[in-house]
C-alpha cells in the first residue's frame, strides 16, 4: 500500500491541456456560484484545482481574461441548452417557458452566468451576442406564435412585444427577491404572459 508521503508527493494529476483548461473553467464557476464572482481569484482557483497560481496564468493570463473564457463558454453551452429545450417544446406555451426561465437565469444573481454577465469588460460582447440571441429568440417565437394564432403581423409584433416585456420584468422581480419559487414564478409568467396575448387577440377583432 502506498504511505501518505508518498501519496503526497505525486502531486497533481497531469491532465491533457484541454482536460486542465476545461478542469479550470469548471474550478472558477464553482467558485462563483458558492462564494460570488468576487471571490474568484487566481489564487483561489489554483488552489481548489490543485494545481500552481502559475499553471492558471499559463492557461488564461489574467483574472480578467480567465473570467471572459468562462463567459464564452457558459454562453455557448446555454445558447446550446436553449436549443434543445425548444426542440423539446410541444407548443407555443413550452416556447414561452423556455425563454422566461431563460431570462431568469441570465439576470439571476447567483449563476455563474448571470454574474459574469456583469462584469464590465464583458458588457460589450454582452450586447452584441444579445443582439444575435434576441433575433433568434423572436424566430422562435414568430414559428411558435403562427402555428397557435392567427392574426396580422403588427398585432403579433405588438403581442411578442409584451410578453417579452413581462418575461424580463418577471426575471428582475426574482433577482431581487432571495425567497422567490422559481418554479411557482416561472408559471405564473408564463400564463400571465399568455393571458395578455389572449386579451390582445381577442381586442384586435373586429366588433370587439
Not at 497531469?14 to 487566481?42: D, F, N, S, Y
Amino acid at each position: 500500500m502506498m504511505s501518505t508521503t508518498s501519496l503526497a508527493s505525486v502531486g497533481p494529476r497531469r491532465l491533457e491541456p484541454e482536460q486542465r483548461r476545461t478542469q479550470l473553467l469548471k474550478t472558477a464557476k464553482g467558485i462563483i456560484e458558492r462564494e460570488g464572482i468576487g471571490a474568484c481569484t487566481i489564487d483561489l482557483v489554483s488552489t481548489e484545482a490543485g494545481v500552481t497560481a502559475q499553471l492558471v496564468h499559463k492557461y488564461f493570463g489574467t483574472r480578467s481574461s480567465l473570467l471572459q473564457t468562462l463567459y464564452a463558454r457558459e454562453e455557448a453551452e446555454y445558447e446550446k441548452e436553449i436549443e434543445r429545450r425548444l426542440s423539446a417544446s410541444r407548443n407555443f406555451e413550452d416556447i414561452v417557458r423556455v425563454f422566461v426561465t431563460a431570462n431568469l437565469d441570465l439576470l439571476s444573481p447567483t449563476t455563474a452566468i448571470g454574474q459574469l454577465r456583469s462584469m464590465p469588460e464583458i458588457i460589450p460582447t454582452q450586447t452584441s451576442r444579445d443582439s444575435a440571441n434576441r433575433a433568434s429568440a423572436r424566430r422562435a417565437l414568430v414559428r411558435g406564435f403562427r402555428t397557435h394564432y392567427e392574426t396580422d403581423d403588427e398585432t403579433m409584433a405588438f403581442a411578442l412585444r409584451l410578453g417579452s416585456a413581462v418575461s424580463i420584468e418577471a426575471a428582475t422581480i426574482a433577482a431581487q427577491h432571495d425567497d422567490v419559487d422559481r418554479a411557482a414564478h416561472v408559471e405564473r409568467t408564463v400564463h400571465f404572459i399568455l393571458a395578455g396575448i389572449r386579451s390582445v387577440l381577442d381586442g384586435s377583432k373586429p366588433g370587439s
